[in-house]
């Protein structure tokens, strides 16, 4: 239903960077508002490494193969991540502060500089009244997108004993190791489930999966399955169909991506867990306040807590548990934290847009 105190869309620019998780992040929430959309492809310099509170709101980190950023100045930006916070705070400069700033993940910059900052656990960003931290990423695969590679996919797993246990793979990242050894032991785990359950298993490697580990995983599968080992040729990829078909999840706990996507699916999922490359260091007593300031302010940038994480996705009843509960809508909460923001600057008696109808 359309709010009639609503003016018109707002502009709104969608600055991508070269992190394809936050680009499919920014993009997703930009569907979900409903507004019509440009998209700004930044690239940057060397300088790009100074610390975000020296370089200010300013652009001089852009390189030249960054799109170029002119007037008329956006109503939103929304943007991701360390390299963008200088670039975005610069746009609402230019706008005479006119411009806000929606900004996923984390900024390393000031949190009082941004409209809103949508987080998770992991990020560790401090609370305040600007942060709306979630529990899933908002890059969760379309329902609709889900549907339809199953419908292709099917037919050549219906030969496969049910239920069907998507094991959803990821690699080594800036967090964790999966070296040969780890996928030793979750091919195990994973043909133990499938032994004991009678199903057969979907099992798909990701862009991060090492050659060792896809091999021993290959090599190691022992009950009825279907293996997909992820290359950079164009081909059809079955992770969609895995998350539309299979009947409970094992994942990898390398990224929040895999988790929150077979969480998405409201079907069990177990996580395969092990000790990340250095835990997060956490102050002890009295200089926990103090690296919480330093965080806030851009100067310390914690290690990524996907203990946290997990924890988080525990304490919702999303994994680790043979009746998981419904996700929560976190792209409904964003959205509706974004139009609310909004709505101030675009208020009129006397005109609506359909835009603003859900």
């Known amino acids: 239903m359309a709010d009639p105190s609503l003016l018109a869309a707002p502009t709104v620019w969608v600055l991508l960077g070269e992190g394809a998780g936050g680009n499919a992040q920014m993009r997703a929430l930009a569907d979900a508002l409903g507004w019509p959309y440009e998209t700004r492809q930044l690239s940057w310099n060397s300088l790009n490494y100074l610390p975000n509170p020296l370089i200010g709101a300013h652009a001089f980190t852009l390189d030249r193969q960054a799109d170029t950023l002119a007037p008329p100045w956006p109503d939103l930006v929304i943007a991701a991540s360390r390299r963008s916070a200088p670039i975005a705070r610069w746009i609402k400069r230019q706008s005479g502060g006119h411009t806000r700033l929606v900004h996923l993940l984390h900024t390393q910059m000031p949190l009082h500089h941004f409209d809103l900052v949508v987080t998770l656990a992991q990020f560790r960003v401090p609370a305040a009244s600007n942060v709306l931290r979630n529990t899933l990423p908002l890059n969760v695969i379309p329902a609709a997108e889900r549907q339809a590679a199953a419908e292709r996919w099917a037919p050549r797993w219906a030969q496969l004993p049910r239920p069907w246990i998507g ?38 490697t990701s862009k991060r999966t090492s050659t060792a580990a896809a091999d021993v995983l290959a090599a190691g599968l022992a009950e009825p399955h279907y293996f997909h080992r992820w290359t950079p040729a164009i081909g059809e990829n079955p992770y969609p169909a895995f998350l539309a078909l299979a009947d409970r999840f094992l994942v990898t706990a390398d990224s929040a991506s895999l988790p929150a996507e077979a969480c998405a699916t409201g079907r069990p999922v177990d996580l395969f867990q092990w000790a990340p490359r250095k835990p997060p260091r956490l102050w002890p007593g009295v200089a926990q306040a103090i690296q919480r300031r330093l965080i806030y302010s851009g100067w310390h940038k914690p290690r990524r807590d996907f203990s946290a994480f ?49």
């Open 310 to 358: 997990h924890e988080c996705l525990r304490n919702h009843g999303l994994i680790d548990c043979d009746a998981p509960l419904t996700p929560p809508d976190d792209m409904a909460a964003t959205v509706a934290r974004i139009r609310s923001l909004m709505k101030s600057d675009f208020k009129t008696e006397s005109r609506s847009v359909s835009l603003y109808e859900t």
């Open 167 to 204: 094991v959803l793979v990821g690699g080594d990242s800036s967090s964790y190791v999966f070296d040969a050894a780890k996928a030793r032991t979750l091919v195990e785990r994973a043909n133990a489930m499938a032994r004991t359950t009678g199903g057969s298993l979907l099992v798909t």
